[in-house]
């Protein structure tokens, strides 16, 4: 059943430190973000690679036996690090606009002002959506339903104290889920992919756009380590589960789907979590609805 509304319960990408906050710069020096994926980055690919990190320890010894299946992988990880190579707006001093080298990020009660939180769903949103149409995907779309859930989510995460380093807060997402009026079956995270990084509670719009951009890049491109210094080491490289939710291309019979999308973040004790919150589409319809429930969109 999880499968078949997209969503398996996974485990939070690493926490990362946080990036060197980006000094001022030249005007010169200002460029908006963008993300893009290697050739060999296909749907194709992305769906064998869901399915090899949802085995078990010993399913994945038994399949990389096969010669053909270990070659696959090597080269499949190799693609991966084309792909964490190729996105480098996190890793160099520019900034999207000057006025985010100035903006100091707003936290109210632990997550994000209104518009601040807007500012990066879309933000954030831009770039999943620059990769899914390298794919042929049709594009993830702002809901202010979605960003409302987003809200609730990082409020469990704040209450509880919860972070990404003690991974998904099921129970508090299923709160949250239901709060807003969604129907979802059992306890399971149907919703959120998680990303996060430690640092004070004063950061800069740009330092905060390029954390996002980094827990984006880790997500899509299977890459687990706190920061790029281990990018050559394939074996960094090691699930892609998160990457077959935003891409929805998990094998399932709704692949090709796409979410009504929010965005927030949580911070506790020093650490930022990233709540990359997305809705299928297709509960409005599949299973007479049941599972929409009485979310607005």
Request: charged share 20%; net charge positive; hydrophobic share 35%.
């Amino acid at each position: 059943m999880k499968k078949l509304i997209g969503r398996f319960l996974v485990v939070a990408a690493l926490a990362i430190p946080a990036l060197t906050q980006v000094k001022p710069v030249q005007a010169a020096s200002y460029k908006k973000a963008a993300f893009t994926l290697p050739k060999g980055y296909t749907k194709a690919n992305l769906k064998k690679a869901y399915l090899y990190t949802s085995m078990s320890a010993s399913q994945k010894k038994a399949w990389l036996k096969k010669k053909k299946n270990a070659a696959w992988l090597k080269s499949w990880k190799k693609i991966n690090v084309k792909g964490m190579k190729a996105n480098t707006f996190d890793q160099t001093r520019k900034a999207e606009r000057a006025a985010d080298n100035k903006t100091i990020v707003k936290l109210t009660k632990g997550h994000l002002t209104t518009s601040q939180a807007k500012t990066l769903a879309t933000y954030s949103l831009r770039l999943i959506n620059q990769a899914r149409s390298k794919m042929g995907l049709k594009k993830w779309k702002y809901s202010s339903g979605t960003q409302k859930l987003a809200l609730e989510i990082s409020k469990e995460y704040v209450a509880n104290n919860k972070t990404i380093a003690t991974g998904h807060y099921v129970t508090g997402i299923v709160r949250a889920t239901k709060k807003v009026g969604l129907k979802l079956p059992g306890n399971y995270n149907y919703v959120e992919d998680m990303a996060g990084f430690r640092d004070s509670s004063a950061i800069t719009m740009t330092a905060m756009k390029k954390d996002i951009y980094y827990g984006l890049k880790t997500m899509i491109f299977g890459y687990r380590y706190a920061n790029q210094s281990k990018v050559n080491q394939l074996s960094q490289y090691t699930e892609w589960e998160h990457a077959g939710d935003l891409m929805n291309t998990q094998g399932g019979q709704y692949d090709g789907d796409w979410d009504y999308y929010g965005f927030n973040v949580s911070y506790t004790n020093g650490t930022y979590s990233m709540h990359y919150i997305g809705v299928p589409s297709h509960l409005k319809w599949a299973y007479s609805g049941k599972y929409w429930g009485s979310f607005k969109s």
